[in-house]
């Protein structure tokens, strides 16, 4: 049959990324607690494509992450995957992206009660120049920790009571490929640095110490944000991070935000 994709294209413009999008498949990972866990994750993955070429072959991308996605990879791996899409598809730098959920068992603060908690996580690898002197491989951690924040400026100003709301921490970290960050510890770090921490179930002795503990913590999004920027810092195994804070403010229609890039 003819093979529209390999045609020669004139333009002279090389693209940097062609792929597929939102590519939905199971991925096995390893987690913490030393077990496997299979996830339900959405893929983008793209690889350069020279100039001369007319398009590239989008069933090769599904063929390489349906072989790698019974793995059981830590996340740093996935470089293992971006090399295989580069040499199956012929090209000099790859991308991939792995946006998923990911379910970790919290205890409420008082009773103790365990119940699964989930945070927006991502595993995003980029390899360029692959198999040349200049080769380049960078693996991204991402994950979003929704906390609690409590106005210091409300708690001061009040007779009674202070606004509280939902915040979302994001942060995006790197780090080299022979050293390795669990989600589960950068996830407890991140929210030991908000008024509060969030918990799946609470019963009343845990509502009140969440209350209590939020009014006696209380913190603007931008002292969140300086405790994060301070705790990644403090990593010496952290290449360069990203840290967003948005605060959902309770008496206002927009939000606080604050965002710092290191590294």
């Not at 990324?17 to 590519?23: A, E, L, P, T």
């Not at 607690?33 to 100039?51: C, E, M, Q, R, S």
């Not at 008024?195 to 009343?204: A, C, G």
């Amino acid at each position: 049959m003819k093979d529209v994709q390999n045609q020669t294209d004139k333009r002279g413009i090389e693209i940097q990324k062609v792929g597929i999008k939102d590519f939905e498949m199971p991925l096995a990972i390893q987690r913490k607690d030393d077990t496997d866990k299979i996830i339900y994750a959405v893929a983008t993955a793209g690889v350069t494509l020279p100039a001369h070429y007319k398009g590239t072959h989008m069933s090769r991308f599904v063929e390489v992450l349906n072989e790698w996605r019974s793995k059981k990879t830590l996340g740093i791996e996935i470089k293992g995957c971006v090399e295989a899409l580069i040499n199956r598809l012929n090209a000099k730098s790859g991308y991939l992206k792995f946006d998923f959920k990911y379910f970790i068992n919290k205890k409420s603060p008082v009773t103790g009660i365990s119940a699964p908690m989930c945070y927006d996580c991502t595993f995003e690898g980029v390899l360029e120049n692959y198999g040349s002197e200049d080769e380049e491989y960078k693996f991204y951690l991402g994950v979003k920790v929704p906390v609690t924040t409590l106005c210091p400026c409300s708690k001061e100003i009040s007779d009674y009571g202070a606004h509280n709301q939902r915040a979302i921490v994001s942060v995006k970290i790197t780090y080299p490929e022979d050293e390795h960050i669990w989600i589960e510890d950068l996830v407890a770090q991140i929210e030991k640095c908000a008024s509060s921490e969030l918990y799946p179930i609470l019963k009343r002795e845990d509502e009140k110490f969440v209350t209590e503990h939020a009014y006696n913590n209380p913190k603007f999004v931008e002292d969140v944000l300086r405790d994060v920027v301070l705790l990644l810092r403090s990593n010496d195994i952290i290449d360069s991070f990203e840290v967003e804070c948005e605060s959902i403010e309770s008496i206002h229609n927009h939000s606080a935000w604050a965002y710092q890039q290191e590294g």
